[in-house]
T-cell receptor, first 115, second 110 residues
Framework: DTEVTQTPKHLVMGMTNKKSLKCEQH?????MYWYKQKAKKPPELMFV???????INESVPSRFSPECPNSSLLNLHLHALQPEDSALYLC??????????????FGPGTRLTVL | AQRVTQPEKLLSVFKGAPVELKCNYS??????LFWYVQYSRQRLQLLLR??SRESIKGFTADLNKGETSFHLKKPFAQEEDSAMYYC????????????FGQGTILTVHP
């Protein structure tokens, strides 16, 4: 399995809802990432997990809560989001963190709409 | 602070013509640079990285530290090259943050 998978593909939620995005990889990668991508804009890094520990939080609001239950799985828990949080949320993984020879493999993304 | 600049939002060429997508960077350390591509309805994927000095799908890119550039080139563009191209820099004072440029949409006309 050489892919990063993300579920769901699409998600519509209200501002009071609680939902979760899921990301999975079975490539043995020990670094996993969450990015946010607005339309026609580049991806922006949100979080980095290395060996299931949160290494980087790019000043993301607390209404986004990441979780890495094991080396293959990465979740992003959403609560009390705002309409401006509507975007494509990308997950990526790489063999190791802080290694420029590694490739980051991206998932297809979850398109989130907050009403 | 690290920054990546892609000056062209849109680039149109005809099939068989040469194409060059420009990328300039700003970074105080020794950068690692990449080109990522996103074809229509497909996921973002790595095209090439400067450290490998490879040619992928006929594309090459040379790191010019004097001009702080990493332009992507292909001598003969094909219609299937039409896509969004992002230049990205891996750097950071204490961690490897991948910073993307704004992207260039390449359209290759028949």
């Amino acid at each position: 399995d050489t892919e990063v998978t993300q579920t769901p593909k699409h998600l519509v939620m209200g501002m009071t809802n609680k939902k979760s995005l899921k990301c999975e990889q079975h490539m043995g990668h020990r670094a996993m990432y969450w990015y946010k991508q607005k339309a026609k804009k580049p991806p922006e890094l949100m979080f980095v997990y290395s060996y299931e520990k949160l290494s980087i939080n790019e000043s993301v609001p607390s209404r986004f809560s990441p979780e890495c239950p094991n080396s293959s799985l990465l979740n992003l828990h959403l609560h009390a989001l705002q309409p401006e949080d509507s975007a494509l949320y990308l997950c990526a993984s790489s063999l190791f963190y802080l290694s420029s020879t590694d490739t980051q493999y991206f998932g297809p993304g979850t398109r989130l709409t907050v009403l | 602070a690290q920054r990546v600049t892609q000056p062209e939002k849109l680039l149109s060429v005809f099939k068989g013509a040469p194409v060059e997508l420009k990328c300039n960077y700003s970074y105080s350390g020794s950068p690692e640079l990449f080109w990522y591509v996103q074809y229509s309805r497909q996921r973002l994927q790595l095209l090439l990285r400067h450290i490998s000095r490879e040619s992928i799908k006929g594309f090459t890119a040379d790191l010019n530290k004097g001009e702080t550039s990493f332009h992507l080139k292909k001598p003969f563009a094909q219609e299937e090259d039409s896509a969004m191209y992002y230049c990205a820099l891996l750097g950071g004072t204490s961690y490897g943050k991948l910073t993307f440029g704004q992207g260039t949409i390449l359209t290759v006309h028949p």
